[in-house]
């Protein structure tokens, strides 16, 4: 269960290997503050809050009345208590069910935040267009499947075979590039005020790095996650095998892709 996973690297989660949350997180922000400074009594959700750090961004950056964050993850969740102001109301459940805890049009802004390789657009968009107040703001961050895919098809292309990256890859919510990003947005009704591709280059210069970057920033959490019947033993034999067939390739380069749009439902 992506749940259990996300409840193992809890902890670890907010050490961000190469900073590329931190980075999407400023990016996005940006996005928002851009158009809402001047609001006042903001009423927000995050529909997977993790640790809490983008509620937190926004706290400290807008005026809110409520923030509510959802997340599947008590790990997680935990975390963001910690973190967030304790008038903020945090769910443990599926964003898929958010309509049971709020009420329809009460929200100005929606957050969707490395969220869509879990749950498909269409239950996730269909739900927050019907929570926006008319005029509210949607914000997506999404890894796009191309993302670290040159990876896996050039010099990665055994190991990742093996344990079946690509596939994995393909699973999921996340869209193929940027462009079907926005697409997706428009069908659903969604304005597109502000969008941005951030494209960062990172270097796996020995496994030490493939760890940081699998099991913090919460891939291998994913990978398995969505395996329930791999057991851990399983996971760790997987990892000590990419980590011998990998030894001759350092550094390996790739690029990670991340989409980054902000809509608005029409008035
Ligand atoms: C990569 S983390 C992103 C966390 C946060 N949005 C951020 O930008 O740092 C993915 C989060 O989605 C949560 N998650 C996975 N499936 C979910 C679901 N169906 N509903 C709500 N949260 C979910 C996980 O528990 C995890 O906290």
């Not at 961050?141 to 190991?159: H, M």
């Not at 996340?174 to 951030?198: F, K, R, V």
């Not at 960062?200 to 959490?221: L, N």
Request: glycine share 8%.
């Amino acid at each position: 269960m992506v749940s259990h996973a996300y409840d193992r690297i809890a902890d670890s989660y907010d050490e961000d290997w190469c900073g590329l949350y931190a980075e999407s997180r400023r990016r996005a922000v940006g996005q928002i503050v851009a158009v809402l400074s001047d609001a006042l009594d903001l009423d927000v959700a995050d529909l997977a809050v993790g640790t809490g750090n983008t509620l937190d961004a926004l706290y400290r950056r807008l005026s809110l009345c409520t923030a509510t964050g959802f997340d599947v993850s008590t790990g997680m969740l935990r975390k963001a208590f910690g973190k967030l102001p304790k008038r903020t109301r945090l769910i443990h459940d599926s964003a898929a069910n958010v309509e049971d805890h709020l009420a329809p049009a009460s929200l100005d802004l929606v957050l969707c935040h490395f969220l869509l390789r879990y749950l498909e657009p269409q239950v996730v968009l269909s739900r927050a267009y019907r929570l926006l107040k008319p005029g509210g703001y949607f914000s997506l961050v999404t890894s796009t499947q191309r993302s670290l895919l040159e990876t896996y098809t050039g010099r990665f292309e055994k190991t990742g075979r093996l344990l079946g990256v690509r596939a994995q890859i393909a699973k999921g919510g996340n869209p193929l590039d940027h462009a079907s990003s926005i697409e997706m947005l428009q069908q659903y009704g969604i304005e597109i005020i502000t969008d941005n591709l951030y494209r960062e280059g990172v270097t796996f210069r020995s496994f030490d790095d493939v760890r940081a970057w699998a099991f913090e920033s919460g891939w291998a959490a994913e990978f398995f996650g969505q395996r329930p019947s791999l057991r851990t033993g399983f996971t760790w034999t997987a990892f000590a095998l990419a980590e011998v067939l990998m030894r001759p390739l350092y550094p390996v380069h790739a690029t990670s892709e991340i989409s980054i749009v902000l809509g608005r439902k029409p008035s």
